[in-house]
């Protein structure tokens, strides 16, 4: 079994993701592994922040296409993001 913190790569803090933490029951969003799945990433944010998961979203962003240099083509890395419910009266701390 992997690390919690080698799944959860990083807490994600956009407009959006900031939002769904104000919510009453918080929605907290993560960059992680792009072969981790649901199971995976609830007990990783279980461990790593002591607090009850009660669900997982998943979404799979694909990295853009672009040009570096003078003519030569690729992609960005793909993303994976969880956006990670708590269950009602939990809540993350983030310093």
């Known amino acids: ?18 939002a769904l933490q104000q919510l ?8 992680v592994l792009p072969d981790a799945n649901k199971r995976e990433i609830r007990s990783a944010v279980e461990q790593a922040f002591n607090v009850k998961v009660s669900a997982v979203n998943t979404i799979v962003r694909k990295g853009k296409a672009g ?3 003078f003519s030569r083509m690729g992609r960005r890395a793909e993303r994976k993001l969880a956006i990670v419910t708590l269950a009602p ?6 310093v």
């Open 1 to 18: 079994m992997r690390s919690p913190y080698k799944i959860i790569l990083r807490p994600v803090f956009t407009e959006r993701a900031v």
């Open 24 to 31: 009453a029951d918080p929605q907290y969003t993560f960059d």
């Open 67 to 69: 040009r570096f240099g």
């Open 89 to 94: 009266g939990q809540k993350i701390e983030f």
